[in-house]
Protein backbone atom coordinates (compact mmCIF):
# COMPACT_ATOMS: atom_id res chain seq x y z
CA UNK A 1 0.00 0.00 0.00
CA UNK A 2 1.68 3.36 -0.80
CA UNK A 3 0.97 6.18 1.14
CA UNK A 4 0.62 9.94 0.20
CA UNK A 5 3.85 11.29 -1.63
CA UNK A 6 3.74 15.39 -2.22
CA UNK A 7 6.15 17.10 -4.66
CA UNK A 8 8.42 18.98 -4.48
CA UNK A 9 9.64 19.31 -0.75
CA UNK A 10 11.29 22.36 -0.24
CA UNK A 11 10.94 25.09 -2.97
CA UNK A 12 11.76 28.99 -2.61
CA UNK A 13 9.74 31.38 -5.03
CA UNK A 14 9.45 35.46 -4.98
CA UNK A 15 7.06 37.69 -4.05
CA UNK A 16 4.41 37.63 -7.10
CA UNK A 17 5.32 34.29 -8.79
CA UNK A 18 3.24 31.41 -8.89
CA UNK A 19 3.67 27.94 -7.45
CA UNK A 20 2.26 24.41 -7.76
CA UNK A 21 2.55 21.58 -5.29
CA UNK A 22 1.48 17.90 -6.08
CA UNK A 23 0.20 15.03 -3.98
CA UNK A 24 -0.63 11.73 -4.70
CA UNK A 25 -3.20 10.46 -2.46
CA UNK A 26 -3.11 7.19 -0.93
CA UNK A 27 -4.11 3.74 -2.53
CA UNK A 28 -8.19 3.62 -2.41
CA UNK A 29 -8.66 6.79 -1.31
CA UNK A 30 -10.75 9.20 -3.31
CA UNK A 31 -10.66 12.08 -0.70
CA UNK A 32 -7.39 15.21 -0.71
CA UNK A 33 -7.50 17.52 1.66
CA UNK A 34 -4.88 20.53 1.80
CA UNK A 35 -3.80 21.65 4.84
CA UNK A 36 -1.40 25.24 5.24
CA UNK A 37 1.00 25.24 8.56
CA UNK A 38 2.64 27.99 9.26
CA UNK A 39 6.12 28.28 11.47
CA UNK A 40 4.95 27.65 15.26
CA UNK A 41 1.54 27.03 14.44
CA UNK A 42 -1.30 24.33 14.26
CA UNK A 43 -2.27 23.15 10.09
CA UNK A 44 -5.23 25.57 8.63
CA UNK A 45 -7.63 23.75 6.00
CA UNK A 46 -7.16 25.38 3.02
CA UNK A 47 -10.19 22.96 0.90
CA UNK A 48 -10.79 19.77 0.21
CA UNK A 49 -11.33 17.85 -3.34
CA UNK A 50 -13.38 15.06 -3.88
CA UNK A 51 -14.35 13.23 -7.13
CA UNK A 52 -12.25 15.69 -9.40
CA UNK A 53 -14.37 18.75 -7.48
CA UNK A 54 -13.76 21.17 -4.58
CA UNK A 55 -15.67 20.00 -1.56
CA UNK A 56 -15.15 22.41 1.23
CA UNK A 57 -12.97 25.35 1.77
CA UNK A 58 -11.54 27.39 4.51
CA UNK A 59 -10.83 30.69 4.79
CA UNK A 60 -8.10 31.51 2.18
CA UNK A 61 -8.41 33.37 -0.68
CA UNK A 62 -9.02 32.68 -4.81
CA UNK A 63 -5.74 32.74 -5.40
CA UNK A 64 -5.20 29.53 -3.51
CA UNK A 65 -6.62 26.90 -5.93
CA UNK A 66 -7.00 23.42 -6.90
CA UNK A 67 -7.40 20.68 -9.04
CA UNK A 68 -8.06 16.27 -8.71
CA UNK A 69 -7.20 14.53 -11.61
CA UNK A 70 -8.89 11.28 -12.66
CA UNK A 71 -6.30 9.25 -10.63
CA UNK A 72 -7.28 11.30 -7.22
CA UNK A 73 -4.00 12.75 -7.35
CA UNK A 74 -4.31 16.26 -6.42
CA UNK A 75 -2.41 19.77 -7.15
CA UNK A 76 -2.34 23.14 -5.30
CA UNK A 77 -1.89 26.68 -6.82
CA UNK A 78 -1.10 29.40 -5.69
CA UNK A 79 -1.18 32.77 -8.04
CA UNK A 80 0.48 36.37 -6.91
CA UNK A 81 2.76 34.61 -4.10
CA UNK A 82 2.51 36.73 -1.16
CA UNK A 83 5.36 36.53 1.91
CA UNK A 84 2.94 35.10 4.32
CA UNK A 85 2.41 32.14 2.23
CA UNK A 86 5.84 30.81 3.76
CA UNK A 87 4.58 27.81 4.72
CA UNK A 88 4.73 23.83 5.07
CA UNK A 89 2.04 22.93 2.75
CA UNK A 90 0.21 19.46 3.73
CA UNK A 91 -1.75 17.06 1.56
CA UNK A 92 -4.01 14.28 3.11
CA UNK A 93 -5.91 11.68 1.65
CA UNK A 94 -8.87 9.82 3.20
CA UNK A 95 -11.28 7.12 1.62
CA UNK A 96 -14.37 9.07 0.79
CA UNK A 97 -16.08 12.66 0.99
CA UNK A 98 -17.40 12.46 4.10
CA UNK A 99 -14.58 10.08 6.34
CA UNK A 100 -14.94 10.34 9.76
CA UNK A 101 -11.44 8.80 10.69
CA UNK A 102 -8.41 9.23 10.78
CA UNK A 103 -6.45 11.88 7.60
CA UNK A 104 -3.27 10.03 6.33
CA UNK A 105 -1.10 13.24 5.56
CA UNK A 106 2.06 13.28 3.42
CA UNK A 107 5.50 14.66 4.67
CA UNK A 108 4.64 18.37 3.02
CA UNK A 109 6.07 21.03 0.88
CA UNK A 110 8.12 23.67 2.28
CA UNK A 111 7.77 26.78 0.77
CA UNK A 112 9.68 29.94 1.49
CA UNK A 113 8.45 33.35 -0.30
CA UNK A 114 11.15 35.74 -0.57
CA UNK B 1 -8.73 30.27 12.98
CA UNK B 2 -7.54 27.66 15.06
CA UNK B 3 -10.35 26.16 17.20
CA UNK B 4 -7.98 24.54 20.08
CA UNK B 5 -5.69 25.88 22.41
CA UNK B 6 -2.89 23.79 23.79
CA UNK B 7 -1.26 23.83 26.94
CA UNK B 8 1.21 23.34 27.75
CA UNK B 9 2.97 25.18 25.19
CA UNK B 10 6.04 22.93 25.76
CA UNK B 11 6.89 20.41 28.17
CA UNK B 12 10.34 19.14 28.98
CA UNK B 13 10.09 15.86 30.34
CA UNK B 14 12.77 12.44 31.60
CA UNK B 15 12.32 9.13 29.90
CA UNK B 16 10.39 7.20 31.96
CA UNK B 17 8.13 9.84 33.20
CA UNK B 18 4.29 10.37 31.85
CA UNK B 19 3.72 13.54 30.03
CA UNK B 20 -0.08 15.40 30.14
CA UNK B 21 -1.16 17.65 26.86
CA UNK B 22 -4.65 19.66 27.12
CA UNK B 23 -6.42 20.51 24.65
CA UNK B 24 -10.22 22.79 24.87
CA UNK B 25 -11.85 23.75 21.53
CA UNK B 26 -14.77 26.09 21.04
CA UNK B 27 -17.94 24.13 19.24
CA UNK B 28 -19.61 20.93 19.24
CA UNK B 29 -17.56 17.97 17.03
CA UNK B 30 -18.12 15.02 15.53
CA UNK B 31 -14.85 13.38 17.12
CA UNK B 32 -11.43 15.02 17.98
CA UNK B 33 -7.94 13.66 17.25
CA UNK B 34 -4.77 13.64 18.47
CA UNK B 35 -1.25 14.02 15.81
CA UNK B 36 2.01 13.77 15.68
CA UNK B 37 4.71 15.59 14.31
CA UNK B 38 8.48 15.18 13.63
CA UNK B 39 10.84 18.60 13.52
CA UNK B 40 8.00 20.10 10.94
CA UNK B 41 7.19 17.18 9.12
CA UNK B 42 4.15 15.51 8.36
CA UNK B 43 1.48 14.58 10.78
CA UNK B 44 0.76 11.01 12.11
CA UNK B 45 -2.30 9.76 13.46
CA UNK B 46 -2.00 8.41 17.24
CA UNK B 47 -5.74 8.03 18.10
CA UNK B 48 -9.33 9.59 17.95
CA UNK B 49 -11.96 9.66 20.30
CA UNK B 50 -16.05 10.17 19.33
CA UNK B 51 -18.10 12.81 20.99
CA UNK B 52 -20.05 10.06 22.49
CA UNK B 53 -17.19 8.83 24.15
CA UNK B 54 -15.01 9.67 27.48
CA UNK B 55 -11.79 7.51 27.23
CA UNK B 56 -9.10 5.94 25.60
CA UNK B 57 -6.51 4.03 25.14
CA UNK B 58 -3.80 2.61 22.61
CA UNK B 59 -0.75 1.35 23.46
CA UNK B 60 1.00 3.74 26.10
CA UNK B 61 -1.67 6.72 25.17
CA UNK B 62 -4.66 7.72 27.05
CA UNK B 63 -7.24 10.25 25.52
CA UNK B 64 -10.04 11.59 27.67
CA UNK B 65 -13.18 13.51 26.51
CA UNK B 66 -15.30 15.95 28.30
CA UNK B 67 -18.02 17.60 26.18
CA UNK B 68 -19.35 19.68 28.79
CA UNK B 69 -16.13 21.30 29.17
CA UNK B 70 -14.96 21.15 25.14
CA UNK B 71 -11.72 19.67 26.63
CA UNK B 72 -9.24 16.51 26.05
CA UNK B 73 -6.30 15.37 27.41
CA UNK B 74 -3.88 13.07 26.11
CA UNK B 75 -1.04 10.82 28.21
CA UNK B 76 1.33 9.54 27.16
CA UNK B 77 2.77 6.80 30.17
CA UNK B 78 6.42 5.46 30.45
CA UNK B 79 7.86 8.53 27.87
CA UNK B 80 10.26 7.47 25.85
CA UNK B 81 13.36 9.95 24.04
CA UNK B 82 11.63 9.10 20.23
CA UNK B 83 8.32 10.75 21.26
CA UNK B 84 10.31 13.80 21.16
CA UNK B 85 7.90 15.54 18.81
CA UNK B 86 4.78 18.09 18.33
CA UNK B 87 1.45 17.19 19.27
CA UNK B 88 -1.86 18.44 17.70
CA UNK B 89 -5.57 17.88 18.78
CA UNK B 90 -7.28 18.20 16.40
CA UNK B 91 -11.36 18.75 16.18
CA UNK B 92 -13.73 17.62 13.30
CA UNK B 93 -16.51 19.30 12.91
CA UNK B 94 -20.07 18.05 11.57
CA UNK B 95 -19.91 20.43 8.75
CA UNK B 96 -21.02 18.11 5.68
CA UNK B 97 -17.43 17.16 4.93
CA UNK B 98 -14.33 16.50 6.49
CA UNK B 99 -12.29 19.92 8.00
CA UNK B 100 -10.15 18.87 10.98
CA UNK B 101 -8.99 22.35 13.17
CA UNK B 102 -6.02 21.85 14.75
CA UNK B 103 -5.16 23.49 17.55
CA UNK B 104 -1.68 25.06 18.37
CA UNK B 105 0.18 21.98 19.54
CA UNK B 106 2.38 21.52 21.88
CA UNK B 107 6.10 20.39 21.64
CA UNK B 108 7.45 17.50 24.05
CA UNK B 109 10.85 17.15 24.63
CA UNK B 110 11.94 13.65 26.11
CA UNK B 111 15.17 13.69 27.45
CA UNK B 112 17.38 10.37 28.35
Known amino acids: ETGVTQSPTHLIKTRGQQVTLRCSSQSGHNTVSWYQQALGQGPQFIFQYYREEENGRGNFPPRFSGLQFPNYSSELNVNALELDDSALYLC?????????????FGEGSRLTVL | SQQGEEDPQALSIQEGENATMNCSYKTSINNLQWYRQNSGRGLVHLILIRSNEREKHSGRLRVTLDTSKKSSSLLITASRAADTASYFC????????????FGTGTRLLVSP
Open chain 1, 92 to 104: ASSPGRSNTGELF
Open chain 2, 90 to 101: ATDLNTGFQKLV
